[in-house]
T-cell receptor, first 114, second 115 residues
């Protein structure tokens, strides 16, 4: 079965600093990959997704992620963090032909220092 | 506006009682899902439904039940058999099962507390 690991439970960065959130997955082939963001007490909003093609994916709010097959990783990046980016971030994988069910990582809580 | 409506936003239940969480969508999506979220555990799949009158168990279905009588609606019942029901529950939809390139759309969630 597939699994997702987000090794950083909490990350704190200063406003204006760069950000990288890590995501590693375990699956025998290339899965569908997603990053979602969640504000407190809210649902999840899709930031970006990867299915195939260009391994560098651009998303909303200035985020990007890079798929690295050799490392089974799909790390999320942002060049300059804004205070409003403080939230919980979830990496998820879906299996092609697997009915669109998603397996989520445990999430990374981002705090932004002003 | 098209979207997913979960109600209520907050729900309190006494031990031993069943409670039903509502999820309604007007996105015309075929597939619907229920996830449970606990602190530090991410989201876990409870049940999902790909078409009307059909549904499958997810990873943590024990103590829960669902129905899918209408395309727009996928209610979740938390039964008294669920030993630790206090959690945040999220409903999601996708346009079509097995379609390539679809992501899940989420409702705003229901926070259930057992008192």
């Amino acid at each position: 079965a597939q699994s997702v690991t987000q090794p950083d439970i909490h990350i704190t960065v200063s406003e204006g600093a760069s950000l990288e959130l890590r995501c590693n997955y375990s699956y025998g082939a290339t899965p569908y990959l997603f990053w979602y963001v969640q504000s407190p007490g809210q649902g999840l909003q899709l930031l970006l997704k990867y299915f195939s093609g260009d391994t560098l994916v651009q998303g909303i709010k200035g985020f990007e992620a890079e798929f690295k097959r050799s490392q089974s990783s799909f790390n999320l990046r942002k060049p300059s963090v804004h205070w409003s980016d403080a939230a919980d971030y979830f990496c998820a994988v879906g299996i092609p032909g697997g009915g669109n069910k998603l397996t989520f990582g445990t999430g990374t809580q981002l705090k932004v220092e002003l | 506006d098209g979207g997913i409506t979960q109600s209520p936003k907050y729900l309190f239940r006494k031990e031993g009682q069943n409670v039903t969480l509502s999820c309604e969508q007007n996105l015309n999506h075929d597939a619907m899902y229920w996830y449970r979220q606990d602190p530090g555990q991410g989201l876990r799949l409870i049940y999902y439904s790909q078409i009307v009158n059909d549904f499958q168990k997810g990873d943590i279905a024990e103590g829960y039940s669902v129905s899918r009588e209408k395309k727009e609606s996928f209610p979740l019942t938390v039964t008294s058999a669920q030993k630790n029901p206090t959690a945040f529950y999220l409903c999601a939809t996708t346009p079509r099962d097995r379609a390539i390139g679809t992501e899940a759309f989420f409702g705003q969630g229901t926070r259930l507390t057992v008192v």
